[in-house]
């Protein structure tokens, strides 16, 4: 009993901290109806910067949010004024997977340019001790992630429901010429959104730096998850991705303890497949919404 | 105030209207009549700049507005209500007219143009809440509306209002362009529904293939005999 418990919490862990990378991919692919597989290294971005400013300044990795986020939300306004905007004349939207997916290449190399092959360890700060809840221990970075997710979800949804600015987004994604009509200008805010939508895995990767090595390639690992969640949860459903990221986090930890932990992996795509094959629209999704081509 | 100035323009290498010319001075009400593909909606969308003229151009009160974004003609104080309503089906009914004054001049009297603009749809007070998507074709016909008032525009545009309407929802929509007329607001509209339009205009334009064949009084037009045949079937 007690190793399930620590399993669960082991998963419920692993599950906040995909959702702080799965909340942004989302929301990019809700509003801006764009598929960003860019969004691991946006995370591997925002990793590095936590362990540069850390080694360089001598804070507190969580302290370098306040300059990481605002880098990665101006990273992600960039990707999509620069990058994904010129794309959206051509009407063809595999060119702008192409586009992102040449991000992505373009951002492995620069950092393995920059920092080499080699891992980047980013001091801790005492956040890699373990605390005990109850009959369970988890370290209490793993917990500050975790917490921060629901932060994160529940200020986004705030955001979206209550604020102007949200409601103009949300206008946006539902029907953009006639969000264009009441006077929304389109192009600025699908550059906010993914704008935010990058500054969201920002504020994750200073979270994560110190848990986990950075190396060039760690946003690969981290965005494949990202995917099968975003699927599971409903394309574009921000507690769908919260959820579903918990879900994937409890297969990922019971998989690994009663099936094997080579076998993890397998068993999560295994679920993406027949989520995909099942229910396309996954367990939250209510619709898919129209595409971002006016009438 | 509205100046459209011998307009060609289309869809990508398409023409669809040629030299098209109109005005419509403050506080008239000028109604484009002409049959289904005639290039209505098409010059609608023109003077809300989602088509650029390829030729000619649209001024608004002096300025040129034929080369600005969409948002930009919104907040010089134009606004269209576009065909087929197009409400946000997501968003409840108060969402869809909040939306409505997100133009910078509307947003800081928005509570005061709601509680105007319900006077005006008390039908639409009792439904505030539902999502628009659960509403009736004419009551979202009247949330379209609705929304289109609450950016307080100089110049109102209705795209057939009245399409797909039953007759006495069709009624009370005509009831209500003419109470905003009344309120002294310049009303541009376009309509199948020419005898009503007409009854409700001061200005008429008729156009036929892309072509403005006609303009005159609304009165004379419906005694015109080219109208009655083609449009009163008469
Ligand atoms: N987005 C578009 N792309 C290409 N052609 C279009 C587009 N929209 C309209 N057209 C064409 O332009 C022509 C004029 O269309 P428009 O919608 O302006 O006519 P309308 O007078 O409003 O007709 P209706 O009474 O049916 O609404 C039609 O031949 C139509 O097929
Ligand atoms: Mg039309």
């Known amino acids: ?295 | 105030m509205l100046d459209v100035r011998n307009v060609d323009a289309g869809y990508g290498s398409t023409v669809i209207l040629q030299d098209v010319s109109l005005r419509v001075e403050a506080g008239e009400v000028v109604t484009i009549v002409g049959a289904n593909g005639a290039g209505k909606t098409t010059t609608l969308r023109t003077i809300s700049g989602l088509v650029t003229p390829k030729s000619g151009g649209v001024f608004f009160e002096g300025e040129e507005i034929s080369k600005l974004q969409p948002h930009d003609v919104v907040d010089r104080g134009i606004t269209l209500i576009p065909e087929g309503r197009q409400l946000f089906p997501d968003m409840s009914v108060r969402e869809n007219l909040l939306m409505g004054a997100h133009r910078r001049d509307a947003r800081g009297v928005r509570s005061e143009t709601l509680a105007e603009v319900l006077d005006l749809f008390p039908r639409l007070g009792e439904r505030l809440e539902q999502h628009a998507s659960s509403l009736s074709g004419g009551e979202q016909q009247m949330v379209a509306i609705a929304r289109g008032m609450m950016a307080r525009p100089r110049l109102l545009m209705f795209d057939e209002p009245s399409l797909g309407l039953a007759p006495i929802i069709v009624e009370q929509v005509f009831d209500v362009i003419s109470k905003v007329a009344a309120s002294g607001m310049t009303v541009l509209i376009v309509e199948q529904n020419v005898w009503h339009t007409l009854k409700a205009a001061d200005r008429g334009y008729v156009l036929e293939n892309g072509e403005m064949v006609l303009d005159d009084a609304a009165e004379a037009l419906l005694r015109n005999d080219h109208v009655r045949q083609a449009y009163l079937g008469i």
């Open chain 1, 1 to 295: 009993m007690q190793t399930f418990l620590q399993i669960i919490a082991n998963g419920l862990m692993l599950g906040g901290l995909f959702a702080i990378v799965a909340v942004g991919l989302t929301l990019i692919f809700g509003i801006v109806k764009v598929v960003n597989f860019a969004h691991g290294e946006f995370l591997m971005v925002g990793m590095y910067l936590t362990f540069l400013l850390t080694t360089g300044l001598g804070v507190h990795p969580y302290a370098t949010a306040v300059a990481v986020i605002p880098i990665l939300f101006v990273l992600g306004a960039v990707t999509q004024r620069l990058l994904i905007q010129p794309l959206m004349q051509a009407r063809d939207e595999h060119i702008q997977i192409f586009a992102t997916v040449g991000l992505s290449t373009a951002l492995i190399n620069l950092a393995l340019l920059i920092f080499g092959a080699d891992i980047a360890n980013t001091p801790n700060y005492g956040v890699r001790s373990q605390i005990e809840i109850g009959p369970v221990r988890i370290l209490e970075g793993q917990l500050w992630i975790f917490l921060a997710a629901i932060l994160l979800v529940i200020g986004l949804q705030l955001f979206l429901a209550r604020t102007n600015t949200g409601r103009a987004i949300r206008a946006t994604a539902q029907n953009r010429a006639a969000a264009r009509l009441m006077g929304i200008n389109d192009r600025f805010i699908y550059v906010l959104t993914f704008g935010i939508g990058a500054a969201c895995v920002g504020f994750g990767s200073a979270l994560i730096a110190p848990l986990y090595p950075t190396s060039p390639t760690i946003g690969t690992y981290f965005v494949l998850i990202a995917f099968v969640i975003v699927v599971l949860g409903g394309l574009g459903s921000i507690p769908g991705a919260f959820f579903g990221a918990l879900i994937i986090g409890l297969v990922d930890a019971l998989s690994g303890f009663y099936i094997g932990s080579d076998l993890r992996e397998a068993v999560v795509f295994g679920i993406f497949l027949v989520i995909l094959i099942l229910k396309p629209s996954g367990l939250f999704g209510t619709r898919v919404s129209q595409s971002h081509v006016s009438p």
